[in-house]
């Protein structure tokens, strides 16, 4: 069966979006995963399907409305894959991580809602038990680029859609550490060369010495996976 994401979103026109390219896009086209997006406006108030009112207790900007919202998440679950997690990008959120791509990816689907202004009543998030993923500790204008990041982490580990399944296994965090540089033709660049023992042919040391590499970028660049790692 497909992986299903159902999409909440202001802005449906965005997706695919750049998951419409490349693998992630070869794989809709599969039907290896499907891509549900969902209007939000039209569960709007009113003549003009109004989504969003002033914030209570004053203060910039809009906030997205609880009725309104809670009516397309009611829509949407009625697309979603049974047991399919229901979450909100948001700054706030949990950091997303590798780690929740792959557990992701092995279950039947996401429902995701791409927020918009100064985000979700509090009310609707409580109601509904609603998850708040980010995907980093900066401020976007939509959800929609962080839904599509997330979206594009998943798809990439569903099965079929990579052409060399062993590429995952052997990338960034997929065993809690950073790659270990990579580098191909020509041998000889701009008077930089290839390190030897790439060139050697001796798959043991090539193997250790990727280890090796890993593991002080790790450390340099990353100490807090690299204590991580260590316990
Ligand atoms: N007022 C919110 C706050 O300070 O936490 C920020 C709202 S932001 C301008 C508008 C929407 O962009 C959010 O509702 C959320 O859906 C999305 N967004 C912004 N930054 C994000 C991040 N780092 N990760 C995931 N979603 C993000």
Redesign the pocket.
């Given at each position: 069966r497909a992986w299903r994401a159902v999409v909440i979103t202001l802005l449906p026109e965005s997706f695919p979006g750049i998951l419409g390219q490349s693998l992630t896009g070869k794989a809709l086209k599969d039907g290896i995963w499907q891509l549900d997006p969902i209007d939000l406006r039209p569960f709007g108030e009113g003549k003009h399907r109004n989504v969003d009112d002033t914030p209570a207790g004053g203060g910039a900007g809009m906030v997205l409305r609880p009725d309104v919202m809670g009516r397309a998440i009611e829509h949407a679950q009625t697309r979603a894959a049974p047991g399919a997690p229901l979450i909100?990008?948001?700054?706030?959120?949990k950091p997303f991580d590798q780690g929740r791509a792959r557990a992701l990816a092995k279950g039947p689907g996401a429902t995701l809602i791409?927020?918009?202004?100064?985000?979700?009543d509090q009310r609707v998030i409580d109601h509904y038990e609603i998850e708040e993923?980010?995907?980093?500790d900066?401020?976007?204008?939509?959800?929609e680029l962080?839904a599509q990041v997330m979206l594009d982490a998943v798809v990439r580990l569903l099965p079929g859609v990579l052409g060399n399944e062993a590429s995952t296994e052997e990338e960034s965090f997929s065993e809690g550490l950073l790659e270990h540089p990579q580098y191909t033709r020509p041998a000889d660049w701009q008077g930089h060369a290839i390190p030897d023992v790439l060139m050697s042919g001796h798959h043991g040391e090539i193997a250790k010495w990727r280890r090796e590499m890993a593991e002080k970028l790790t450390k340099r660049r990353r100490p807090d996976l690299w204590e991580k790692k260590k316990s």
């Amino acid at each position: 069966r497909a992986w299903r994401a159902v999409v909440i979103t202001l802005l449906p026109e965005s997706f695919p979006g750049i998951l419409g390219q490349s693998l992630t896009g070869k794989a809709l086209k599969d039907g290896i995963w499907q891509l549900d997006p969902i209007d939000l406006r039209p569960f709007g108030e009113g003549k003009h399907r109004n989504v969003d009112d002033t914030p209570a207790g004053g203060g910039a900007g809009m906030v997205l409305r609880p009725d309104v919202m809670g009516r397309a998440i009611e829509h949407a679950q009625t697309r979603a894959a049974p047991g399919a997690p229901l979450i909100y990008l948001s700054p706030r959120g949990k950091p997303f991580d590798q780690g929740r791509a792959r557990a992701l990816a092995k279950g039947p689907g996401a429902t995701l809602i791409c927020g918009r202004f100064e985000g979700l009543d509090q009310r609707v998030i409580d109601h509904y038990e609603i998850e708040e993923v980010s995907i980093g500790d900066y401020v976007l204008t939509g959800g929609e680029l962080a839904a599509q990041v997330m979206l594009d982490a998943v798809v990439r580990l569903l099965p079929g859609v990579l052409g060399n399944e062993a590429s995952t296994e052997e990338e960034s965090f997929s065993e809690g550490l950073l790659e270990h540089p990579q580098y191909t033709r020509p041998a000889d660049w701009q008077g930089h060369a290839i390190p030897d023992v790439l060139m050697s042919g001796h798959h043991g040391e090539i193997a250790k010495w990727r280890r090796e590499m890993a593991e002080k970028l790790t450390k340099r660049r990353r100490p807090d996976l690299w204590e991580k790692k260590k316990s």
